[in-house]
């Protein structure tokens, strides 16, 4: 008889455990979900994060994982140079380079880090 009791001790312990643990996000789900709300009212758009600088008038998005971005669009890119920056926008990739038509900007910071 005690064997029994504890067997269902221990069954209702693992369950209410278990309800508690199906509740959670994983980790980083959070925060993808935030990217998706986020990115649900700009369809097609793209954000890219990294460091803007200038070239002849051209600007250019070197991402930490190694891209190279044209941008244009905004007149506001000036303003960035030599920034961290969250760019979003409209991108394209045609003959192997990448370029996004800027609609949002967001300073990450105020230089580059290298």
């Excluded at 278990?18 to 990217?35: F, H, N, V």
């Excluded at 803007?52 to 250019?60: C, P, Y």
């Excluded at 905004?74 to 961290?84: E, M, P, R, V």
Aim: glycine share 10%; aromatic share 2%; proline share 2%.
């Amino acid at each position: 008889m005690k064997i029994k009791m504890m067997v269902s001790i221990l069954a209702l312990g693992a369950l209410s455990v278990t309800s508690a643990l199906y509740g959670q996000d994983p980790a980083g789900e959070k925060e993808k979900k935030q990217q998706q709300e986020q990115q649900a009212d700009r369809p097609g758009e793209a954000t890219f994060t990294g460091c803007l600088t200038e070239q002849e008038g051209a600007f250019t998005l070197a991402t930490t994982a190694g891209e190279q971005i044209t941008a244009t669009g905004s007149a506001d890119l000036g303003k960035h140079k030599d920034h961290t920056v969250k760019l979003t926008g409209k991108a394209s990739d045609e003959g192997g380079k990448k370029s996004l038509n800027v609609t949002k900007i967001e300073m990450v910071s105020a230089s580059c880090s290298k």
